[in-house]
T-cell receptor, first 114, second 111 residues
Framework: KAGVTQTPRYLIKTRGQQVTLSCSPI?????VSWYQQTPGQGLQFLFE???????NKGNFPGRFSGRQFSNSRSEMNVSTLELGDSALYLC?????????????FGPGTRLTVL | GQNIDQPTEMTATEGAIVQINCTYQ??????LFWYQQHAGEAPTFLSY????GLEEKGRFSSFLSRSKGYSYLLLKELQMKDSASYLC????????????FGKGTKLSVIP
């Protein structure tokens, strides 16, 4: 069974631009969560999607948004990029929401904002 | 906020035992998870505790005391490949669909 895949793996953008990251969950997994990981703050929850609906949202500004498609694939978008948005963005999938015992992380997208 | 505290770094010798502690706020607690993350890689699930006591899984064990807001991850017979960051994460709220993570403990195993 293929794991969680994220594209692109690396991205360089400049301040003010916007970016879209993609996540394909494990086959059969319907819940997708997004996290931001930085050296200073660690791993922080962004949002979680299930059945194309955002079920939970972390404490991030409205510049961070996401969506989920009917095939459970998910995208997250960051608009008006700031230097502080440079981070590793991780996507994780699980069969159902809150099913963390069976949650698997993707390899992440490394975003650098210049 | 729901602070989760764990040591920033630890060093231990190959073959030894190391204990990584994690403390958290108890209000709304609904489960604790440990993850391992090698440098440049994604976190991988190690263990889950929701009741008090010790859960053993091979060389790794995890302990939970809900009343004290305390957990530890115990690694036995350390190997060089155990050098990694270990993340403690707590699920708050029965209907919550998010994990709150500590900042992780970077473990270095030396010969």
């Amino acid at each position: 069974k293929a794991g969680v895949t994220q594209t692109p793996r690396y991205l360089i953008k400049t301040r003010g631009q916007q970016v879209t990251l993609s996540c394909s969950p494990i086959s059969g997994h319907r819940s997708v969560s997004w996290y931001q990981q930085t050296p200073g703050q660690g791993l922080q929850f962004l949002f979680e999607y299930f059945s194309e609906t955002q079920r939970n949202k972390g404490n991030f500004p409205g510049r961070f948004s996401g969506r989920q498609f009917s095939n459970s694939r998910s995208e997250m978008n960051v608009s008006t990029l700031e230097l502080g948005d440079s981070a590793l963005y991780l996507c994780a999938s699980s069969p159902l929401p809150g099913n963390y015992n069976e949650q698997f992380f993707g390899p992440g997208t490394r975003l650098t904002v210049l | 906020g729901q602070n989760i505290d764990q040591p920033t770094e630890m060093t231990a010798t190959e073959g030894a035992i190391v204990q990584i502690n994690c403390t958290y706020q108890t209000s709304g607690f609904n489960g604790l998870f440990w993850y391992q993350q090698h440098a440049g890689e994604a976190p991988t699930f190690l263990s889950y505790n929701v009741l008090d006591g010790l859960e053993e899984k091979g060389r790794f064990s995890s302990f939970l005391s809900r009343s004290k807001g305390y957990s530890y991850l115990l690694l036995k017979e350390l190997q060089m490949k155990d050098s990694a960051s270990y993340l403690c994460a707590v699920k708050y709220g029965a209907g919550s669909y998010q994990l709150t993570f500590g900042k992780g403990t970077k473990l270095s195993v030396i010969p």
